[in-house]
């Protein structure tokens, strides 16, 4: 489990293939801190197990289902990654409830300045549009971040500061990239709660129907 904000943004050293996936090495430092085999580490919201490490960084694997299901195949020596290690119980949790189970992948429509702002605007897959809603939390490459806005049906606008720009990827983006989404944990236990098992809009037996704000 993570929370959504980054400790520290890493560089990819090298990507070779691996079976049906890839191995990866990427250089970090601070998410070094305490590291041992088998620890969790989200990679751009991506959560994968250390395989490896030493002082300068660490390794991972992704096997082929999780290269289509996100932009890790995108990934190339030189990029830069957000890096989370997973939460500590007993600590703040700065963000929200973040699994680091990607649901799709976005691309990004629009970036705007504005004054010390930044407004970005990103397509929604199906599965993560149906629990967002406005002034929800919504994980953009690993990132909390809250809806600013749902300008139009199937895009999502989130509103970046300049602590943000400074200490994560998103600064970097621009429209056409891909990025890795993962819907708000809560209102996808909600949407399974409201429906029935197998999926579908008909609510569950002996409940009355419930619609959340922003569907």
Do not use: W
């Amino acid at each position: 489990m993570f929370t959504g904000i980054v400790e520290e943004v890493g560089t990819v050293g090298s990507v070779r293939e691996a079976g049906n996936g890839v191995e990866m090495t990427l250089q970090a430092r601070t998410v070094l801190e305490g590291v041992a085999l088998g620890d969790s580490i989200a990679n751009d919201g991506v959560c994968l197990t250390v395989t490896a490490f030493d002082d300068e960084g660490f390794t991972v694997q992704a096997v082929g289902t999780t290269l289509e299901r996100t932009t890790l195949g995108e990934f190339r020596p030189g990029r830069r990654v957000n890096l989370e290690r997973a939460v500590a119980l007993g600590t703040r949790l700065g963000g929200h409830l973040v699994q680091g189970h990607v649901d799709g992948v976005g691309r990004v429509t629009a970036v705007e300045p504005r004054e010390e702002l930044v407004l970005i605007d990103f397509e929604l897959p199906d599965e993560v549009d149906e629990v967002t809603v406005l002034h929800g939390s919504i994980t953009l490459n690993g990132v909390s971040l809250t809806v600013n806005d749902l300008p139009r049906p199937g895009v999502c606008q989130v509103s970046i500061i300049p602590y943000t720009r400074e200490h994560t990827n998103l600064g970097g983006l621009r429209p056409g990239d891909a990025v890795n989404l993962e819907g708000d944990l809560i209102g996808k236990y909600v949407r399974r709660l409201v429906t029935r098992r197998g999926g579908g809009d008909a609510p569950v037996e002996g409940m009355d129907p419930i619609r959340l704000p922003g569907y």
